[in-house]
């Protein structure tokens, strides 16, 4: 049997073990320390999964997990397809990147990132730019930061992350069904989340690290 | 402009060449297609596309995707058009 880790993500260093359906149909997802890290890991016989649709889904599922467990957890989250040769190599990998995983755990510390698409219907034609000011300024007023994403739709005038503090995600919601109600009949909104914050850490585990070992 | 910069820079290729990369990189553009992809997605995730409806465009860009990977593959390097 294989020694092949399939990583989803960093947290601080905790024991957990989680019963998921994970990437490439483990359903055992457990923790790997390192000084004050833990990775979130399941077992796998490759350390080139594939990116098909339901792994990916596997993999951001394992995360929701995580960062709704017991009250919540940060979450560091690793990009998919992140697997190593073994628990040293992970650790090796963990040692490498410790000062930068610390900084982002730090800097996100009980914090989720939610998601927000604001679509115009086709016939609408809506002062774009001031609604879109607007719900910006509706939504930065309980949020710590923001990112914006790409306008991949011509229905879409507003694709944004928001980072949350967990204490204001009630208060977001809130800015949420605000929008809903003031502009509810000429666009529709997406609110998605809690997800881990993807968009609000930028750390690259590059491919010498990921199978090299040490 | 570009193609007048094309012709004096690669005199051997000719401007029925130049136009046709281009109807081709625009036929083929595999941005615009994952583009579509993704709106297809979350049309139907706020339910203004049926399920059948989603399954079906998407089956037909995934098609489409892979076809345009393979042309530019094919073409890349052949010729190159400045926008």
Do not use: C
Not at chain 1, 74 to 97: D, E, H, I, W
Not at chain 1, 110 to 133: H, I, M, P, R, W
Not at chain 1, 152 to 175: H, M, Q, T
Request: net charge negative; no cysteine; charged share 30%.
């Amino acid at each position: 049997m294989s020694d092949n880790l399939y990583t989803y993500g960093i947290i601080d260093d905790e024991d957990i073990t989680l019963d998921a359906d994970g990437v490439a149909g483990a359903t055992d997802i457990y923790t790997v320390s390192y000084r004050s890290l833990a990775a979130v890991v399941s077992d796998i016989d490759t350390t080139d999964p594939d990116r098909t649709d339901p792994a990916v889904e596997a993999h951001n599922d394992v995360l929701q997990q995580i960062i709704e467990y017991d009250g919540g957890r940060t979450v560091v989250p690793m990009s998919f397809g992140m697997a190593f040769k073994n628990a040293r190599t992970l650790k090796g990998v963990l040692r490498g990147a410790r000062p930068a995983l610390r900084s982002a755990l730090n800097d996100i510390e009980g914090t989720v990132e939610l998601g927000v698409k604001v679509l115009t219907s086709d016939e609408d034609a809506l002062a774009e730019t001031a609604v879109q000011s607007e719900i910006t300024d509706m939504l930065n007023s309980v949020s710590i930061n923001e990112t914006e994403n790409d306008l991949f739709s011509d229905r879409l005038i507003l694709n944004k992350s928001y980072l949350v503090d967990r204490e204001e995600r009630s208060a977001f919601d809130d800015a949420i069904d605000d929008v809903k109600e003031e502009y509810g009949e000429h666009v529709t909104v997406q609110y998605t989340g809690p997800w881990p914050p993807y968009n609000f850490v930028d750390i690259h585990i590059g491919a010498e690290q990921q199978h090299g070992g040490r | 402009m570009f193609i007048v910069d094309d012709i004096l820079v690669k005199p051997f290729v000719s401007v029925l060449d130049i136009l046709h990369t281009m109807a081709l990189n625009e036929m083929y553009d595999t941005a615009a297609i994952r583009d579509d992809l993704k709106e297809n997605q979350l049309l139907y995730e706020v339910g203004e596309r049926s399920e059948a409806t989603y399954e079906e465009r998407k089956q037909e860009l995934e098609l489409q995707l892979e076809m345009a990977e393979q042309i530019q593959s094919q073409m890349s390097g052949r010729i190159e058009v400045k926008s």
